[in-house]
């Protein structure tokens, strides 16, 4: 009886096949290596001083994901900058579904045809997330 196990050919073929899917795991994830995520301290040496920054999530403050940067006219959302007069309103509902628990979010609605509406993750906390909505309010209200 022949054991396919023992055949060198397809000991071979399989050594080639994990070191082929071990390649490309590697090209895959060395590029986001050599790119890493800009923080809030590079994005300000970048582009100045912010007038305040709304913090959405106390543990990861340094990450540009969990802050709304706020300038004169700009609001800077997940580093993407959004003109203050886009902006056409900001409120924050619960976003969890069923069998997960509450996750609020600061929703944004805007004038910009590729975001009409721009969610942003806030936790699990009622009261900080309204506290951050309000914050934000103070400099969408300004002219």
Known sequence: MYNLLFDPYVGFGLIVIVLIGFYLYKIKYRED???PPMTV???VATNGEPVDMVV???TRCNELGAVILVYDHTLVVNGQPIERSEVTGATFNNGAVPYVDNR???VLTTTMPDHP??????????TFASEALQQLNQ???KP
């Open 33 to 35: 290596d050599e790119n």
């Open 41 to 43: 301290d590079d994005y």
């Open 56 to 58: 959405l999530d106390a």
């Open 104 to 106: 609020y979010q600061i």
């Open 117 to 126: 509406t721009i969610h942003i993750p806030v936790g699990s906390e009622a």
């Open 139 to 141: 400099y969408l209200s």
